[in-house]
């Protein structure tokens, strides 16, 4: 969830494994045979995610649907021990560079079912939505490269995961989302979460509007930023 500008921030060059997984997609014979081989790749995966990346459990999350680029990058992160999870970490270990793409591959392309938002809380969670995460994960939450899907995802784990960034725990780290979040009490989080179904509520016609803040970065350190509201 984040509902800022990110400007003067360095891009750094994309893995050659980023690379390799975008070669697949733009070839559909190698695409279609990546998801195959997915299937197999990430057979220990389906104990939890699911064997069609739905989890089994309510704070473990959905794989399905989620951009194969984003996957491939969670999963690099928990191989370096940059995303914290003592399990994960053993497990992602043991995937070579090609069954990782093969299996972000395979769960991006299984499809998301269905859910339905609370109707009582979605007003006040479209408004949340639209001011702190419509920029980044998109008016739908589908998310992109850089930016998880949001939509049909666990609703506990949403929930955990939003706490953690907005009290810095350490589990999951990640500047600009502690900066989102550093305002929501739980239950803004609660209400929130109310407004995701499979897709959210439109917000389209957010562009334009307003922004809440500016992130400037400056000098070399990661932790040289400055904050201009608006």
């Not at 975008?22 to 389906?46: L, M, N, P």
């Not at 104990?47 to 951009?67: D, F, M, R, V, Y």
């Not at 680029?69 to 999870?85: H, N, P, T, V, W």
């Not at 079912?113 to 408004?127: F, H, I, N, R």
Request: net charge positive.
């Amino acid at each position: 969830a984040c509902g800022f500008l990110v400007t003067s921030v360095s891009i750094q060059a994309q893995p050659a494994t980023q690379e390799r997984l975008k070669a697949v997609q733009a070839d559909a014979v190698a695409h279609k045979a990546a998801v195959e081989a997915g299937r197999k790749a990430s057979f220990f995966c389906a104990n939890c995610h699911g064997e069609t990346g739905i989890s089994k459990s309510p704070e473990i999350p959905n794989l399905a649907g989620q951009n194969p680029a984003y996957l491939l990058e969670q999963i690099r992160k928990f191989g370096s021990g940059e995303r914290k999870d003592a399990f994960m970490q053993g497990l992602i270990k043991v995937l070579k560079d090609e069954e990782r793409i093969q299996a972000a591959a395979y769960y991006a392309s299984m499809p998301v079912p269905p859910s339905k938002a609370d109707a009582t809380l979605v007003p006040k969670g479209k408004e949340l939505f639209t001011k702190l995460c419509v920029r980044c994960h998109g008016d739908q939450a589908r998310g992109n490269e850089t930016y998880p899907r949001l939509a049909g995802q666990k609703l506990p784990y949403l929930q955990t995961t939003i706490t953690r960034y907005r009290d810095q725990t350490g589990i999951r780290n990640n500047q600009l989302m502690a900066i989102a979040t550093s305002t929501l009490k739980n239950d803004d989080i609660r209400l929130w979460m109310g407004s995701f179904g499979n897709t959210t509520p439109s917000v389209a016609g957010y562009e334009g509007q307003p922004l809440n803040f500016t992130l400037v970065r400056s000098g070399r350190l990661d932790n040289d930023i400055t904050l201009n509201y608006t």
